[in-house]
C-alpha cells in the first residue's frame, strides 16, 4: 500500500512536472511595417514565450472602407514571423488595423493593435549600381558619381517620387560630407585632391517617407598625374633659377668690375702743364709759374715715376751756388715731362738728380750722353735727353749747366731736379739783359761753331731770369734757340756742343751736320712742344 | 563739354534699360503678355501641393505628440471627404484619365477651403489650449495655400483644355456640391473641441497627400519627361 501511495505520488508528481513547462503563448508584438514602393507592404512581428507547445501565429487586420477581419494573405514570402500584402492587397491612403494572434494547445495570445497607413510606411530599397569615374578635364579633375533606382520602384508613372542623397568621404578625413541631389540618379564633385581616395554612399527616399539604407561603400581613387604634372614646372623653376641666383651672385660679387664695365670712370678735366698734386701741395708759387709759363710751351706735370733732370749750365765765376735763393730761382725752369724720349744712344731714362744747393750733391751719372766727355768732379755738362728728341739749334746756343761740385771751370752748375724728364735748358740770355728784369744768370755764349762743333767761348755771366722760363721766352724772340747736346766741356770753360741734323719724325741721334744754325724741330712724342721759332736749318 | 555728353548719354542708356524690364504674368491671357507654359504650371502646383502637405504633416505630428501620446489609442476619424472617390492605389489612379483624375483634385482642393479656415480660426481661438501661436499661423497658411492651389489647378485644366490635351468634360465644380453635408461636422458653425481638430488634421494630411500624388501622375502623364 505504501508502495502504491508512493507511485501515485511519483506519476502527480511527473505529471505537474510536465504541466508546468506548458503554457498558453506569450504576447507577440507587431514590430513594424514597411512598403518600400508604395506598392506593396511587409508586417514583422515579434513572437512572445511559446510556452513550450508548438505555436501558431497568425495575423488579422482590419481595414478602412472594408468589411470584416481578414487575415494575412502571405505568411512566407517575406521570411518568419511576417506578413506580405501584395498588390492587390495594398491601398494607399486607408488605414489598417493589424493584430498578431498566437496560439497553442493552451490557449492564445493577442497582440496589441497596430494601426497603420501605408502613405507613412514608406522606405524604399537601397539604391543600385553606384559607380564613380574620375573625369579628367584641362582644368582641374572632378569626380562623377552615377547610380540607380532601387529594384521595383517604379519612378516613370510619378506615382512616386524619389530623392537622393550621398555622402563622401575622403580617406584621410573621418568625416563624412552630404549632398543632396534631388531626383537626379547622378552627381558631380569638383574639387578633388589628386590622389586621394574617396569613399561614396548613397541612400533614397520616397516622398515624404523615411529614408533607406546606405549603400555599400564605393571607392575610387584620383589619379596623381596632375600632380606630377605640376612638380614637374615647379622642377623646371628651380633649375632654371639656380643658373640665375649664380650669375647673380657672380656680378654681385664683381660688381665693381661691372660697374667699369657698364660705367667707365669719367676721366676729370685736366688742365695741361698743371700739376693737380702740386696744386693741392701747396706749392703754389711752382704752379703758377708753370701756369704762366704754359703759354707756348705745354707743361705735363706729375710724371712722378720719371724724374726730370734739368741742367742749367752756367757759366761764371760764382761758385757753386750756395744760396738757397739762387738755386730756388734756378729750379724755377722748363721742366719736361719724361715722357719725351729720342731715340739717341743717351739713354732715355730718367734721373734723378737732387739738388742741393746746399750741400751739393753729384749728378747722378746715368743719363750721361755718350759722347759727352764726363768731367771728373767738373762741372760737367750733360743733358738729359730722358726720351727727348732734342732739337739742335745752333747759333747762340747757350748750354746752362750746373754742377754741384764747385769746378775749375767756374761753372756755376746746378742741376735742378725736376719730375721725370731731361731738359737741357738752354738758356740764352742776351747782352742787354736790362731789357728784362732778369737776373743775374750765368750763360755761356756761343761764338762760334765750326764744323760740328760749338764753340763756347764767353764766359760771360748773363742774366738769369728770375724765371727760367721766362727768360728763355724773352730770349728767344732774339735769338734762335736749340737745344744742343754738349759733347764736350772744354777746359776753358769751353763746351764742346755737337750739332745734331733732327728732323721731326727721324731719330737719328747721330745726324750730324754743318749747321750755321740751329735747327729746331719740334719735340715728337710728347706733350712737350718747344715751339721755338727757329730758322729751318734742313 | 564733352562730360555733359558723356553724362547724358549715360542717363539715356540707363533710361532704356530700365525700360526693358521683365514682362508682367498676366492671368487673363492678355496681349503682350508672357504666360508660362504648361510644364511650368505643373512644377508650380506640384511644388505647392508638397509644402501644404509638408505643413500639414507638421501640424498633424505636433498635435499628436502633445496631445494624444500615442496614435493607437485614437478611434477611427471620419473625413468629411470621405464621399469623393478618390483612387487608392496606383493602377486604379492610372486607369482613371486625364479628366477624371483632374475633377477629383479640384473636388479635394474645393473640400478643404472652408474647413482650414475654420480650423485656422478655432486654432487661434484656443480656449483648449491645445495649439501654440506658430501652429494657428500654420493653419492659417494651408488655408491660404489651398485656395491658391485650386485657381492654379483649374488655370492648369484650362491650358490643358486648349491644348487639346484635355477633354471636356472637366466642368466648374462648386464645393457644395461636392460634399455631403451630413458627414461632414463642421458645417454646423458651431465650435471644434479638439477631437475635431485632430480629425481635421488628421483628415488633410492625407488628402494633401492625394492631391500631390494625383498631380504628379497627371503630369507625367501629360507631359512624361525627366523629372517622372
Known amino acids: 500500500m505504501w508502495r502504491d501511495l508512493g507511485l501515485a505520488v511519483l506519476v502527480l508528481l511527473s505529471a505537474a512536472v510536465e504541466s508546468n513547462s506548458t503554457s498558453p503563448p506569450g504576447k507577440p508584438v507587431l514590430l513594424s511595417c514597411r512598403s518600400p514602393e508604395k506598392e506593396t507592404f511587409t508586417c514583422w512581428w515579434e513572437p512572445g514565450s511559446d510556452g513550450g507547445l508548438p505555436t501558431t501565429y497568425r495575423l488579422y487586420y482590419e481595414r478602412e472602407r472594408l468589411e470584416g477581419v481578414h487575415e494575412c494573405p502571405d505568411y512566407w514570402s517575406a521570411g518568419s514571423n511576417s506578413c506580405f500584402f501584395n498588390k492587390t492587397h495594398t491601398l494607399i491612403w486607408v488605414d489598417y488595423y493589424l493584430t498578431v494572434v498566437a496560439s497553442n494547445a493552451l490557449g492564445n495570445a493577442t497582440s496589441d493593435i497596430f494601426k497603420m497607413d501605408v502613405m507613412e510606411i514608406m522606405k524604399p530599397n537601397v539604391p543600385e549600381n553606384v559607380t564613380l569615374l574620375v573625369v579628367e578635364t584641362e582644368d582641374s579633375p572632378y569626380l562623377h558619381i552615377r547610380w540607380e533606382h532601387p529594384r521595383n520602384t517604379d519612378t516613370e508613372s510619378g506615382w512616386v517620387t524619389i530623392k537622393y542623397e550621398l555622402r563622401i568621404k575622403q580617406e584621410k578625413n573621418n568625416k563624412w560630407k552630404e549632398y543632396m541631389s534631388g531626383t537626379q540618379s547622378h552627381f558631380s564633385l569638383y574639387s578633388i585632391a589628386p590622389g586621394g581616395v574617396y569613399t561614396v554612399q548613397v541612400r533614397c527616399k520616397l516622398d515624404h517617407g523615411s529614408w533607406s539604407e546606405w549603400t555599400n561603400s564605393t571607392n575610387v581613387k584620383v589619379p596623381n598625374y596632375v600632380q606630377n604634372e605640376r612638380s614637374f614646372w615647379i622642377l623646371v623653376a628651380t633649375l632654371s633659377a639656380i643658373p640665375f641666383m649664380a650669375a ?17 670712370p669719367v676721366p676729370g678735366p685736366k688742365i695741361r702743364g698743371v700739376d693737380f698734386h702740386l696744386l693741392m701741395s701747396g706749392q703754389s708759387e711752382d704752379s703758377t709759374n708753370a701756369l704762366i709759363i704754359n703759354q707756348n710751351f705745354p707743361l705735363i706735370v706729375g710724371w712722378k715715376d720719371q724724374m726730370e733732370e734739368y741742367l742749367i749750365v752756367t757759366e761764371n765765376d760764382i761758385g757753386p751756388p750756395s ?10 725752369s722748363l721742366i719736361i715731362p719724361a715722357g719725351f724720349c729720342s731715340d739717341w744712344e743717351i739713354q732715355c731714362k730718367s734721373t734723378h738728380i737732387q739738388n742741393d744747393c746746399a750741400g751739393g750733391t753729384k749728378n747722378e751719372t746715368g743719363n750721361f750722353p755718350k759722347n759727352n766727355k764726363s768731367l771728373s768732379g767738373e762741372s760737367l755738362s750733360y743733358m738729359e735727353p730722358s726720351k727727348l728728341q732734342k732739337q739742335q739749334c745752333l747759333g747762340q746756343n747757350f748750354v746752362n749747366t750746373e754742377a754741384t761740385d764747385p769746378s775749375p771751370l767756374n761753372y756755376d752748375n746746378a742741376v735742378k731736379p725736376f719730375t721725370n724728364s731731361g731738359y737741357v735748358d738752354i738758356r740764352k740770355h742776351v747782352e742787354n739783359t736790362q731789357e728784362v728784369n732778369v737776373k743775374q744768370v750765368d750763360y755761356s755764349r756761343v761764338e762760334d761753331v765750326n764744323g760740328d762743333n760749338v764753340f763756347i767761348l764767353n764766359n760771360k755771366n748773363l742774366a738769369f731770369n728770375s724765371s727760367g722760363y721766362m727768360d728763355f721766352q724773352r730770349q728767344e724772340e732774339k735769338l734762335s734757340e736749340d737745344y744742343s747736346r754738349v759733347k764736350e766741356v772744354g777746359s776753358n770753360n769751353v763746351v764742346v756742343l755737337q ?40 | 563739354m564733352l ?21 508682367p504674368i498676366c492671368s487673363y491671357g492678355q496681349a503682350g503678355c508672357h504666360t508660362p507654359s504648361l510644364a511650368d504650371i505643373f512644377d508650380r502646383v506640384i511644388q505647392q501641393s508638397s509644402r501644404m502637405h509638408g505643413i500639414s504633416s507638421d501640424l498633424h505630428s505636433e498635435f499628436e505628440q502633445y496631445f494624444f501620446p500615442s496614435k493607437n489609442l485614437i478611434g477611427k476619424p471620419k473625413c468629411h471627404t470621405h464621399g469623393i472617390v478618390t483612387p487608392a492605389d496606383k493602377e486604379n489612379a492610372q486607369r482613371l484619365g486625364r479628366e477624371q483624375l483632374t475633377e477629383v483634385i479640384l473636388r479635394l482642393l474645393g473640400a478643404w477651403g472652408d474647413p482650414l479656415l475654420q480650423l485656422y480660426r478655432s486654432m487661434s481661438q484656443d480656449q483648449n489650449q491645445d495649439f501654440n501661436h506658430y501652429s494657428s499661423n500654420k493653419a492659417l497658411e494651408i488655408s491660404d495655400m489651398v485656395h491658391e492651389l485650386r485657381d492654379g489647378v483649374a488655370k492648369m485644366a484650362e491650358k490643358m483644355k486648349l491644348s487639346g490635351v484635355l477633354g471636356n468634360t472637366v466642368g466648374y465644380i462648386s464645393p457644395e456640391g461636392l460634399v455631403p453635408s451630413s458627414s461632414f461636422s463642421f458645417y454646423k458653425h458651431g465650435e471644434l473641441n479638439s477631437m475635431d481638430h485632430h480629425d481635421l488634421l488628421y483628415c488633410f494630411r492625407r488628402d494633401s497627400n492625394k492631391i500631390k500624388n494625383y498631380l504628379q501622375i497627371l503630369k507625367c502623364t501629360t507631359l512624361p519627361g525627366l523629372d517622372c
Not at chain 1, 323 to 332: E, N, V
Open chain 1, 323 to 332: 744760396d738757397a735763393s739762387h738755386c730756388q730761382k734756378r729750379k724755377k
Open chain 1, 248 to 264: 647673380m651672385c657672380i656680378l654681385i660679387v664683381k660688381r665693381e668690375n661691372v660697374k667699369q664695365c657698364v660705367l667707365p
Open chain 2, 3 to 23: 562730360l555733359i555728353w558723356c553724362a547724358v548719354l549715360i542717363l539715356a542708356c540707363l533710361e532704356l534699360s530700365t525700360r526693358v524690364g521683365t514682362a
Open chain 1, 499 to 538: 750739332i745734331q741734323d733732327m728732323s721731326a719724325d727721324t731719330k737719328n741721334p747721330h745726324a750730324t751736320g754743318a749747321h750755321k744754325m740751329g735747327v729746331c724741330t719740334e719735340l715728337i712724342n710728347s706733350e712737350y712742344i718747344d715751339t721755338i721759332p727757329a730758322p729751318p736749318l734742313m
